[in-house]
């Protein structure tokens, strides 16, 4: 600091050594400075991002709208896609394998298509979580917005996907019997609570995959064995009526297995509250807000260090 005294001369209001044996964080706090990009608080995080709403809304819109812009059916692929998915596991495990035991064709064929439905939407969220930050890093080292703005754009984006699926799904459950009903009602609770825990899931992964790009590779293996797990193709109690109890409760109460017994169980008709196990609407809820929450902290917790390195 200086100021110019009456003849001109400069004199020093503070003298050079003043910040002599500060450190420098102690600097920093003297002189107003803070860290660029450093991380803020988890509430402050939370205003960011929204005021940052219609971005994840704009950028989900626009990479639903780019992700089949290169195919001649375009948007159709969406659901497609599944379709042909639950037509494939239709001729080789209801046909050649004969996993609808315990139902009848009428229920076995929304069962099935549910399932890859359902079940399509956690794995989609998942493997587009694992690159929303590495696959993004031209966009995170550009512009400063809240990073988990990414995960849950792309976790709106699926959401947005299986919504235009469920018109194909409501189709085939009429076709085989399951006519509109107030339990279809049911499906937005449970849908909601599968996009908090898909995006809470998503969250986890796009901080691993930031740092360990190789893990995009990986998890299609892990995606199919929770697939097989999770009783997509068949009945979980009933194929494992011969097994230890304790077998079937853990596939049972895996969030994805609870979120298709859900959506089954208020879609179909012929798929009743004994095929639930006990207090799926609250294991539904515990699920979604456990992982929901500790997704959101645990990405928060390594804001500032995304894209760096």
Known sequence: MSDTTHDGAVALSTPPYADDGLSSAELAAKHGLTVSGARPGLFEYIRQLWGRRHFIMAFSRAKLTAQYSQAKLG????????????????????????????????????????????????????????????????????????RASLPISFSLQQLQQLLFSLIVLAAVAVAFG???????????????????????????????????????????????????????????????????DWIAN??????????????????IDGYGAGNLPAHVWIVALAWAVLIGLVGFVYFWKAEERYGRG
């Open 75 to 146: 948007q159709l692929w969406q659901v497609a896609t599944p379709l042909l998915n639950a037509l494939v596991y239709y001729l080789i495990f209801g046909l050649i394998l004969g996993t609808r035991k315990g139902m009848t064709q009428e229920v076995f064929i929304p069962f099935l298509v549910t399932g890859v439905f359902v079940f399509t939407f956690t794995q989609s969220s998942v493997m587009a979580g694992v690159r929303a930050i590495s696959g993004n890093l031209g966009l995170v080292r550009a512009l400063h917005f809240p």
């Open 178 to 244: 399951s006519y509109p009903s107030l339990s279809w009602l049911l499906i937005i609770p449970a849908l909601v609570m599968q996009f908090v825990f898909n995006t809470g899931l998503a969250l986890i992964m796009a901080r691993l995959g930031s740092k360990t790009p190789d893990l995009a590779q990986l998890m299609p293996f892990v995606m199919r064995t929770w697939m097989y797990a999770s009783g997509v193709m068949f009945s979980i109690p009933v194929m494992l009526k011969d097994k230890p």
């Open 250 to 267: 853990v596939l049972q109460y895996n969030p994805a297995a609870i979120y298709m017994d859900l959506v089954r169980f208020a879609l």
